[in-house]
T-cell receptor, first 110, second 117 residues
């Protein structure tokens, strides 16, 4: 049930780009992306609905390929504040449970 | 809008006692709430889905007699950890989904850190 994310961990220098992938074994209705700082609850980044859409705000964007049951999160020109653990979350349809992915630890260094 | 609160934020209890955690949607009505548990350096694992007015649906491997969930109203769900043991020490987070049709977004509470001694 749990989506698989890759990579598990990544270290970037400020200004570099990163891509985080999320893959599910189930057909998806929506994919959500969150960032979690240590000891805190996850913070919502964006949601993508079935339809293959791509979304973004500022330097963080995402795509959703429902046929492949995959989503990717793109971080460009990373900043120190981007550090944290990123989770995708998936829902099979509006009435089903919501599962978090395995997580990707991202560290941005000066 | 769409604020979810949890209480308490931290709790320490002795082994064998029970602990209740409350999850409230403050400015919206939530037909569905979810309870997650997160161990250090791991992902958030769904424990159960609670729907207002009906029994919770538990994930495989989660003991329903140990983790009692009650969703008595559209704004409140509670998780009671019964006969807690040190291995139950974890970060527990609830989330709520709004009532609007097609609203699949999850609104998270700030989490409760449980330590069982």
């Amino acid at each position: 049930q749990q989506p698989v994310q890759s990579p598990q961990a990544v270290i970037l220098r400020e200004g570099e780009d990163a891509v985080i992938n999320c893959s599910s074994s189930k057909a998806l209705y929506s994919v959500h992306w969150y960032r979690q700082k240590h000891g805190e609850a996850p913070v919502f980044l964006m949601i993508l609905l079935k339809g293959g859409e791509q979304k973004g705000h500022e330097k963080i964007s995402a795509s959703f390929n429902e046929k492949k049951q995959q989503s990717s999160l793109y971080l460009t020109a990373s900043q120190l504040s981007y550090s944290g653990t990123y989770f995708c979350g998936t829902a099979a349809n509006t009435g089903n449970q919501f599962y978090f992915g395995t997580g990707t630890s991202l560290t941005v260094i000066p | 809008g769409a604020v979810v609160s949890q209480h308490p934020s931290r709790v320490i209890c002795k082994s064998g006692t029970s602990v209740k955690i409350e999850c409230r949607s403050l400015d919206f009505q939530a037909t569905t709430m979810f309870w997650y548990r997160q161990f250090p350096k791991q992902s958030l694992m769904l424990m159960a889905t609670s729907n207002e007015g009906s029994k919770a649906t538990y994930e495989q491997g989660v003991e329903k007699d140990k983790f009692l969930i009650n969703h008595a109203s559209l704004t409140l769900s509670t998780l009671t950890v019964t006969s807690a043991h040190p291995e139950d020490s974890s970060f527990y987070i609830c989330s709520a989904r709004g009532r609007r049709r097609g609203d699949t977004r999850q609104y998270f509470g700030p989490g409760t850190r449980l330590t069982v001694t």
